[in-house]
């Protein structure tokens, strides 16, 4: 199941709630190929890779428009050029 909890923020579970730790992740990059293992992101201005940890959370899955992160228990998605400012 898929819900929409912000403009910015997709969470992929039953039932999660934005907490405090899912702030303030900003995509700033994204090199994507066919290849997961070739796949880089800038999050918080860290490059990572599939399964790298950057501030605490996880990275799952890098996509062409966006970054798969789990942190918590929870799995996000932080979109491209997109700041979480629940506040």
Do not use: C
């Amino acid at each position: 199941m898929r819900r929409e909890t912000g403009p910015f923020l997709r969470t992929t579970s039953g039932s999660i709630s934005v907490k405090e730790n899912h702030l303030d992740f900003k995509v700033s990059g994204i090199g994507w190929q066919k290849e997961g293992s070739s796949r880089l992101a800038v999050v918080n201005g860290v490059a990572v890779t599939q399964g790298a940890t950057v501030d605490g959370a996880k990275v799952l899955e890098i996509l062409p428009d966006r970054v798969r992160l789990s942190q918590g228990g929870s799995i996000f998605e932080i979109l491209l050029g997109k700041i979480n400012q629940y506040r």
